[in-house]
């Protein structure tokens, strides 16, 4: 044990953006700059993790309140242990990775959507945790778009979607605006493409079109056909 938190490959990438504040080139800067605010006072990548864990218990703690209020803290308190003891949460939210944003998301989603009268002034924190999960990660703008477009066939249901589809339009100009301030283009992804064409060279698929064609036409990658 090297006294690091657990990493990812991507790892390198969010920590390279946060010493630099050039956004990374296939998604956004948004978690490096949490990462950068996170240890800006208190110099080590584990103040990040502790302040992820920290939304993982407010979240959790606002979804007993409201969904089984019978329990009392010190229930609370027994289920959360529980939960650190018997699942994967200690080990998602010890990453230096924007995943355990993911699960921010589904239950700030709920709540807004079925708890929203009985938030009171929790719904700006929550709002602030609900659009941070936009930003941090291009496919949770894909996740609550598709959501928001299945939840509103049902009219009952369309008055609880203003919060996130507010926060959804928020995030639809915050990202393309900084992926424009650092230098691409004013996108959710300004070189997303490169994803598609990774997985085409992986497959073989891009070697074969060039061994086709390269003959005839002229495409930039013929000079690199036989590297």
């Given at each position: 044990f090297n006294g690091f938190p657990l990493v990812y490959p991507d790892t390198g990438t969010y920590l390279e953006a946060a010493a630099t504040l050039q956004p990374p080139l296939d998604r956004p800067i948004?978690?490096?700059?949490?990462?950068?605010?996170?240890?800006?006072?208190?110099?080590?990548?584990?103040?990040?993790?502790?302040?992820?864990?920290?939304?993982?218990?407010?979240?959790?703690?606002?979804?007993?309140?409201?969904?089984?209020?019978?329990?009392?803290?010190?229930?609370?308190?027994?289920?959360?242990?529980?939960?650190?003891?018997?699942?994967?949460?200690?080990?998602?939210?010890?990453?230096?990775?924007?995943?355990?944003?993911?699960?921010?998301?589904?239950?700030?989603?709920?709540?807004?959507?079925?708890?929203?009268?009985?938030?009171?002034?929790?719904r700006f924190p929550l709002g602030a945790v609900f659009v941070s999960c936009l930003f941090v990660h291009t496919s949770h703008i894909a996740i609550t778009a598709l959501l928001l477009g299945l939840l509103f066939l049902d009219p009952a249901l369309r008055p609880r979607l203003r919060w996130p589809a507010a926060l959804l339009a928020v995030a639809l100009v915050a990202i393309p605006a900084a992926n424009r301030i650092g230098g691409g283009r004013f996108s959710l992804s300004s070189w997303g493409h490169n994803f598609l064409m990774i997985r085409l060279t992986e497959d073989g698929l891009v070697e074969r079109l060039l061994r086709d064609r390269c003959a005839h036409r002229r495409y930039v990658l013929c000079a690199h056909e036989e590297e």
């Open positions: 948004f978690y490096s700059l949490f990462l950068r605010a996170t240890q800006s006072l208190v110099r080590s990548p584990w103040a990040t993790v502790a302040v992820q864990a920290l939304i993982l218990v407010w979240l959790l703690r606002l979804f007993l309140d409201r969904v089984r209020p019978e329990l009392g803290s010190r229930r609370e308190a027994g289920l959360l242990l529980l939960l650190a003891a018997g699942t994967g949460l200690p080990w998602i939210s010890g990453q230096l990775m924007p995943d355990i944003f993911t699960g921010y998301l589904a239950v700030a989603f709920y709540l807004f959507l079925f708890h929203s009268p009985t938030l009171g002034a929790a």
